[in-house]
């Protein structure tokens, strides 16, 4: 009953080589990274005061904690930032301890995340009837329904991640990926109704639930989502029209994106997930788990085990390689989408870890959640952003950064 997104590979069904080609903040330029210091579950934010919202599901406690100090224009000629998004589908915690494990390491490496919660994963099975999916059955989901325990323990990991500064996006509910019913043929209108639904279970669990003895979510949900990414990366055109008209900041639904500085659509930041080096090939892999698994098992979530050592380092050579290309050149903020899941024995979860030390800690890089990143982008001088998107993939600027950037 996981996000077993092994339909988020955009074209799945072609073959594995095809389908990779089309598939589908933290600190500002002075203090401290977002992220860093712990938030305990139960804490409340910055205000000190809690006021619960509805039904007590969630509740207003202030000003998210761990947050970056307000971000700055670039200086005329100073080097940008290089910004690392690491996002995570379908956020369910489901027995496994990959949620806080990513928690953990976030903390310890003064990074921000992105946690896309399906909204089902806080609604009981035993209430599935209350989800009118989109042109499905009542109550259908391809995503399945999360255990009473593990919805307990995604609403802990989700508390706690708010506390820790990341940020609570959303992969919306079903995951429908085939058939009429695909969320690629859903109409504006029934993206509305979907979004609706999952607000509505992320903000009446307690209601759904009847469960009265665990804390609210320390934050209004409401307000707080800005952003998504939908299931498979379909959909995406008739999506934008709602969330511009609900005031959303980004959508990273774009499949197959490259490694260029990123423009709006529908005035939205367009975020999409990139195609980066490949080691071994000649083709390149987007940056997300399951579309790394599936050129090297096939679709397979449980390949052979004799080759787990060498498709991990793969994986996080993968990362590591299109990080460089960025961080050696144009700077182009790197995008990188997850599911908590042990697939091919977890290698994938390995490789994001490895790969997230060996990019933490260099000099002016930023791991920042999706919404930071908007942050910093807002306040950039507009002819400044259109200067860095001139700059193809792996081009460096002409003259150094100090002289590409103070003609703009």
């Given at each position: 009953?996981?996000?077993?997104?092994r339909?988020?590979?955009?074209?799945?069904?072609?073959?594995?080589?095809?389908?990779?080609?089309?598939?589908?903040?933290?600190?500002?330029?002075t203090?401290?990274?977002?992220?860093?210091?712990?938030?305990?579950?139960?804490?409340?934010?910055?205000?000190?005061?809690?006021?619960?919202?509805?039904?007590g599901?969630?509740?207003?406690?202030g000003?998210?904690?761990?947050?970056?100090?307000k971000?700055?224009?670039?200086?005329?000629?100073?080097?940008?930032?290089?910004?690392?998004?690491f996002?995570?589908?379908?956020?369910?915690?489901?027995?496994?301890?990959?949620?806080?494990?990513?928690?953990e390491?976030?903390?310890?490496?003064?990074?921000?995340?992105?946690?896309?919660?399906s909204?089902?994963?806080?609604?009981?099975e035993?209430?599935?009837?209350?989800?009118?999916?989109?042109?499905?059955?009542?109550?259908?989901?391809?995503?399945g329904?999360?255990?009473?325990?593990?919805?307990?323990?995604?609403?802990?990991?989700?508390?706690?991640?708010?506390?820790?500064?990341?940020?609570?996006?959303?992969?919306?509910?079903g995951?429908?990926?085939?058939?009429?019913?695909?969320v690629?043929?859903?109409?504006?209108?029934?993206?509305?109704?979907?979004?609706?639904?999952?607000?509505?279970?992320v903000?009446?669990?307690?209601?759904?639930?009847?469960?009265k003895?665990?804390?609210?979510?320390?934050?209004?949900?409401?307000?707080?989502?800005?952003g998504?990414?939908?299931?498979?990366?379909?959909?995406?055109?008739?999506?934008?029209?709602?969330a511009?008209?609900?005031?959303?900041?980004?959508?990273?639904?774009?499949?197959?994106?490259?490694?260029?500085?990123?423009?709006?659509?529908?005035d939205?930041?367009?975020?999409?997930?990139?195609?980066?080096?490949?080691?071994?090939?000649?083709?390149?892999?987007?940056?997300m788990?399951?579309?790394?698994l599936?050129?090297?098992?096939?679709?397979?979530?449980k390949?052979m085990?004799?080759r787990y050592?060498?498709?991990?380092?793969?994986?996080?050579?993968?990362?590591?390689?299109?990080?460089?290309?960025?961080?050696?050149?144009?700077?182009?903020?790197?995008?990188?989408?997850?599911?908590f899941?042990?697939?091919?024995?977890?290698?994938?979860?390995?490789?994001?870890?490895?790969?997230?030390?060996?990019?933490?800690?260099?000099?002016?890089?930023?791991?920042?959640?999706?919404?930071?990143?908007?942050?910093?982008?807002?306040?950039?001088?507009?002819q400044?952003?259109?200067?860095?998107?001139?700059?193809e993939v792996?081009?460096?600027p002409?003259?150094?950064?100090?002289?590409?950037?103070k003609a703009?």
């Amino acid at each position: 009953m996981r996000d077993i997104s092994r339909r988020g590979l955009l074209g799945a069904g072609l073959g594995a080589a095809a389908a990779i080609g089309i598939a589908g903040c933290g600190s500002s330029d002075t203090g401290r990274p977002a992220g860093s210091g712990p938030g305990k579950a139960g804490e409340t934010g910055m205000g000190g005061r809690v006021r619960l919202i509805g039904d007590g599901s969630t509740s207003d406690t202030g000003k998210q904690p761990h947050q970056p100090p307000k971000p700055v224009p670039l200086e005329p000629g100073q080097t940008p930032p290089q910004f690392v998004v690491f996002s995570w589908d379908g956020a369910g915690e489901v027995g496994n301890g990959l949620f806080p494990r990513f928690l953990e390491l976030a903390k310890n490496h003064n990074a921000a995340m992105t946690f896309f919660l399906s909204g089902v994963y806080l609604l009981p099975e035993s209430k599935k009837t209350l989800y009118r999916p989109p042109n499905n059955g009542i109550g259908a989901s391809d995503i399945g329904y999360l255990t009473d325990g593990h919805i307990k323990d995604t609403l802990k990991y989700i508390r706690q991640a708010w506390l820790d500064g990341h940020e609570i996006g959303t992969h919306f509910n079903g995951h429908f990926c085939a058939g009429s019913g695909s969320v690629g043929n859903w109409s504006s209108a029934d993206w509305r109704n979907e979004i609706d639904q999952a607000v509505s279970f992320v903000t009446e669990w307690r209601t759904n639930s009847g469960w009265k003895d665990i804390d609210p979510l320390p934050f209004d949900y409401r307000k707080e989502l800005v952003g998504a990414r939908t299931p498979c990366l379909l959909g995406q055109d008739k999506l934008l029209p709602t969330a511009k008209k609900l005031g959303w900041r980004y959508d990273a639904s774009s499949p197959g994106g490259r490694q260029m500085w990123p423009d709006k659509r529908m005035d939205m930041w367009d975020l999409p997930l990139q195609q980066v080096p490949f080691p071994g090939h000649s083709f390149e892999v987007l940056s997300m788990d399951y579309n790394i698994l599936a050129n090297q098992s096939q679709n397979s979530t449980k390949g052979m085990p004799s080759r787990y050592p060498g498709w991990k380092k793969q994986a996080t050579e993968a990362y590591l390689a299109g990080f460089k290309r960025a961080y050696d050149s144009n700077r182009a903020p790197l995008f990188i989408g997850n599911h908590f899941e042990q697939w091919n024995g977890g290698i994938y979860m390995d490789a994001v870890e490895e790969s997230l030390k060996g990019m933490a800690g260099k000099k002016d890089v930023r791991l920042v959640s999706f919404r930071q990143f908007c942050d910093w982008l807002d306040v950039q001088d507009p002819q400044v952003l259109a200067k860095l998107r001139t700059l193809e993939v792996g081009q460096s600027p002409a003259g150094g950064w100090n002289a590409f950037l103070k003609a703009a």
